[in-house]
Nanobody, 122 residues
Framework: VRLQASGGGLVQAGGSLRLSCAAS????????MAWFRQAPGKEREFVAA???????SYADSVKGRFTISRDNAKNTVYLQMNSLKPEDTAVYYC?????????????????WGQGTQVTVSS
């Protein structure tokens, strides 16, 4: 499966963004889909995931602010980000995992998309 992330940008603290991850080659419903992020000088970290049965999992740092969803008809996964904080600034990566849920470690990911930059100004 090939993953194409989009929707990043510059936003003020408290604002919102919606990231999209368009998949091709195979249906997103065949995978647990996830979002990770990586800030400069830091390791890539888990943000959110959605399972084959639409169960969701979130990192504590984004719980209550971010929502992951999937549109199987469009073969696309979304990450709605509200109440953004400067510490949310990072490159966000879309990812697909074929086995375990939630795939909270990068080593559990089978496919990565390219990143999209999210910058939150204070």
């Amino acid at each position: 499966v090939r993953l194409q992330a989009s929707g990043g940008g510059l936003v003020q603290a408290g604002g919102s963004l919606r990231l999209s991850c368009a998949a091709s080659g195979r249906a997103v419903s065949a995978y647990a889909m996830a979002w990770f992020r990586q800030a400069p000088g830091k390791e890539r970290e888990f943000v959110a995931a959605i399972s084959w049965s639409d169960s969701t999992s979130y990192a504590d740092s984004v719980k209550g602010r971010f929502t992951i969803s999937r549109d199987n008809a469009k073969n696309t996964v979304y990450l709605q980000m509200n109440s953004l904080k400067p510490e949310d600034t990072a490159v966000y990566y879309c990812a697909a995992a074929g086995s375990l849920f939630p795939p909270t470690k990068a080593t559990l990911i089978d496919y990565w998309g390219q990143g999209t930059q999210v910058t939150v100004s204070s």
